[in-house]
């Protein structure tokens, strides 16, 4: 398995931008499609993006689209999700996997996530 680690959430206002960054070890992340999730108290996970081996398919949640952008530098082994126009509703653990689709019983090696709050 890939282990991912997750970085870059934080605080920020109502409108705001942030950039999530997902690295891996211990393989090499451009053999999977990954995927971005994410997790709000009380809720369950849902999916929020993703993006294929090679970067040439993207897809996204109706809340991520027009938003939210997933990319990948394979040469960094680093998967990102770029947030912008944050709202109060996107506050949540933002998780990375590998894997395929909209369900996160088809993804496997989450990182640990990290937390988005963001302030109104």
């Known amino acids: 398995q890939v282990q991912l680690v997750e970085s870059g959430g934080g605080l920020v206002q109502a409108g705001g931008s942030l950039r999530l960054s997902c690295a891996a070890s211990g393989r090499t992340l451009s053999r999977y499609d990954m995927g971005w999730f994410r997790q709000a108290p009380g809720k369950e996970r849902e999916f929020v993006a993703a993006i294929s081996w090679s970067g040439g398919t993207k897809y996204y949640a109706d809340a991520a689209k027009g938003r939210f952008t997933v990319s990948r530098d394979n040469a960094k082994n680093t998967v990102y999700l770029q947030l912008n126009n944050l709202k109060p509703e996107d506050t949540a653990v933002y998780y990375c996997?590998?894997?395929?689709?909209?369900?996160?019983?088809?993804?496997?090696?989450w990182g640990q996530g990290t937390q988005v709050t963001v302030s109104s």
């Open positions: 996997a590998a894997g395929r689709g909209q369900s996160p019983g088809f993804y496997d090696s």
